[in-house]
């Protein structure tokens, strides 16, 4: 019971820790106050900021307090600019987004299926629409890695973001471009298989899904004869 309400505590102190709410150099809320504000005991409060320490977002002091520290920033994917450093950005991800779609399969619950299956219905129906299209994109992988209940494999797509999606698809040859009807059923396919692997808790067939589908995203790049 102890251990779920720190992670209640954890989960607050993050949320306005990163919506700015207590900025880089803000003290935390004294021992008392916070177990005044949470209702728990002051061990849960003590776990919890050691949590926080653990993760990097405080830094306590003997006999001062515990004061927020500078959040790094997200992935700086500004910085892949060659059509190589791309086809490199890909190979990370088929390493990182396999294992977690693997994990996926074996640990998610109800509402984070759920939530997968809402994210590629998105996908289905905006389709072509590149407004949305790359959002609801990057939806359904962030929901995946979510669901491998690894905070890491989390952190590292919601920090690329995004860009992920788009900065593949700016180097497609049209061809493959999501207006082209027989490439877009090509890929809700692809989503498809890897969303029926994490349905059937089957994490070998997820991990499988999910490393054909990114390296067939790879395979159209390289399949373009542009120089850079």
Same mark, same amino acid.
């Given at each position: 019971? #102890?251990?779920?309400?720190?992670? +209640?505590?954890?989960?607050?102190?993050?949320?306005?820790?990163?919506a700015?709410? @207590?900025?880089?150099?803000?003290?935390?809320?004294?021992?008392? *106050?916070?177990?005044?504000?949470? *209702?728990v005991?002051?061990?849960?409060? /003590?776990?919890?900021?050691? /949590?926080?320490?653990?993760?990097g977002?405080v830094?306590?002091?003997?006999g001062?307090g515990?004061? !927020? @520290?500078? !959040?790094p920033g997200?992935?700086?994917?500004?910085?892949v600019?060659?059509?190589?450093?791309?086809?490199? %950005?890909? &190979?990370?991800r088929?390493?990182?987004?396999?294992? =977690?779609?693997?994990?996926?399969?074996? #640990?998610?619950t109800?509402?984070? %299926? @759920? *939530?997968?299956? #809402?994210?590629?219905d998105?996908?289905?129906q905006?389709?072509? &629409?590149?407004?949305?299209?790359?959002?609801? &994109?990057?939806?359904?992988?962030?929901?995946?890695?979510?669901?491998?209940?690894n905070?890491?494999y989390?952190?590292?797509?919601?920090?690329f *973001?995004?860009?992920?999606?788009?900065?593949?698809?700016?180097?497609? +040859?049209?061809?493959?471009?999501?207006?082209?009807? &027989?490439?877009?059923t090509?890929?809700?396919?692809?989503?498809?298989?890897?969303?029926? =692997?994490i349905?059937?808790? +089957?994490?070998?067939?997820a991990?499988?899904?999910?490393r054909?589908?990114?390296?067939?995203?790879?395979? #159209?790049?390289?399949? +373009?004869s542009?120089?850079?």
């Amino acid at each position: 019971m #102890r251990r779920g309400l720190a992670y +209640d505590v954890v989960a607050e102190l993050k949320r306005r820790i990163l919506a700015g709410e @207590l900025p880089p150099g803000a003290k935390l809320p004294g021992e008392n *106050g916070l177990v005044e504000e949470f *209702g728990v005991s002051r061990t849960v409060i /003590r776990e919890a900021v050691s /949590r926080l320490q653990a993760a990097g977002l405080v830094e306590t002091f003997q006999g001062r307090g515990s004061f !927020v @520290l500078e !959040v790094p920033g997200p992935v700086e994917l500004q910085e892949v600019r060659t059509h190589q450093d791309v086809l490199e %950005l890909l &190979d990370f991800r088929t390493g990182v987004e396999s294992e =977690a779609a693997a994990l996926a399969a074996a #640990r998610r619950t109800e509402p984070q %299926l @759920l *939530g997968i299956s #809402r994210a590629l219905d998105d996908f289905r129906q905006v389709g072509a &629409d590149p407004a949305r299209s790359v959002e609801v &994109d990057f939806a359904f992988h962030l929901k995946i890695a979510v669901a491998s209940g690894n905070r890491f494999y989390t952190d590292v797509v919601n920090g690329f *973001g995004p860009m992920m999606i788009l900065l593949p698809r700016t180097r497609l +040859d049209p061809a493959y471009e999501m207006s082209d009807p &027989d490439h877009l059923t090509r890929v809700i396919h692809e989503h498809e298989n890897i969303h029926t =692997a994490i349905v059937h808790s +089957d994490a070998d067939a997820a991990r499988a899904a999910m490393r054909v589908h990114l390296t067939n995203t790879r395979h #159209r790049l390289t399949s +373009d004869s542009r120089s850079e």
